[in-house]
């Protein structure tokens, strides 16, 4: 199957500092990738959906401000926590698609961040 | 009420045993299906799409029922390895986003 690889793994920072969180589709184009956040033992909960080249489409709830993506090309979706708090500690994970097949394809995820706000 | 809706077990099994779970969506204009698996800390990967005519790959089975909006996964002899969290996947209408389940757990032991 494809790889999406996501960077950082984990990370902590302080209160009030940024986290830039990266995710690459290694072997095919993404021309859509999904940012969600996961609480210990909660489901996946869909923060944005980016279409490359686009704005992202935040959910409802979701701070735009807060939560800033990027996705400049068909392999790179980047997710910025900007002024973090604990609060914002979780489990970050992206997903990337091709959609313009048509149907339904596969969606793949990145590995993971654990991000611990202190 | 939830979009996708999941016991969350956990389920304690026996090698061996037949465990099944079942899951239940609200929107009737959902498109497609799947279960995925998800080890501890890890992320989910998918096992299996789900279609009305039932699936089989293995020992796991899929079965949807799209009247009753009704999703199940049998699995069939469980081995330690299939200890995990699954989750039961709906995509929208529009076959853009993929709604989660919060994820039955699973343990089987020896």
């Known amino acids: 199957g494809a790889v999406v690889s996501q960077h950082p793994s984990w990370v902590i920072c302080k209160s009030g500092t940024s986290v830039k969180i990266e995710c690459r589709s290694l072997?095919?184009?993404?021309?859509?990738m999904f940012w969600y956040r996961q609480f210990p033992k909660q489901s996946l909960m869909l923060m944005a959906t980016s279409n490359e080249g686009s704005k992202a489409t935040y959910e409802q709830g979701v701070e735009k401000d807060k939560f800033l993506i990027n996705h400049a090309s068909l392999t790179l979706s980047t997710l910025t926590v900007t002024s973090a708090h604990p609060e914002d500690s979780s489990f970050y994970i992206c997903s990337a698609r091709n959609l313009e097949t048509g149907g339904h394809t596969e969606a793949f995820f990145g590995q993971g961040t654990r991000l611990t706000v202190v | 009420r939830k979009e996708v809706e999941q016991d969350p077990g956990p389920f304690n099994v026996p090698e061996g045993a037949t465990v099944a779970f079942n899951c239940t969506y609200s929107n009737s204009a959902s498109q497609s299906f799947f279960w995925y698996r998800q080890d501890c800390r890890k992320e989910p990967k998918l096992l299996m799409s789900?279609?009305?005519s039932g699936n089989e790959d293995g020992r796991f089975t899929a079965q949807l029922n799209r009247a009753s909006q009704y999703i199940s996964l049998l699995i069939r002899d469980s081995k330690l390895s299939d200890s995990a969290t699954y989750l039961c996947?709906?995509?929208?209408?529009?076959?853009?986003?993929?709604?989660f389940g919060t994820g039955t757990r699973l343990l089987v032991s020896p």
């Open positions: 996947v709906v995509e929208d209408a529009g076959f853009q986003k993929l709604v």
């Open positions: 072997d095919f184009q993404a021309t859509t």
């Open positions: 789900v279609y009305s």
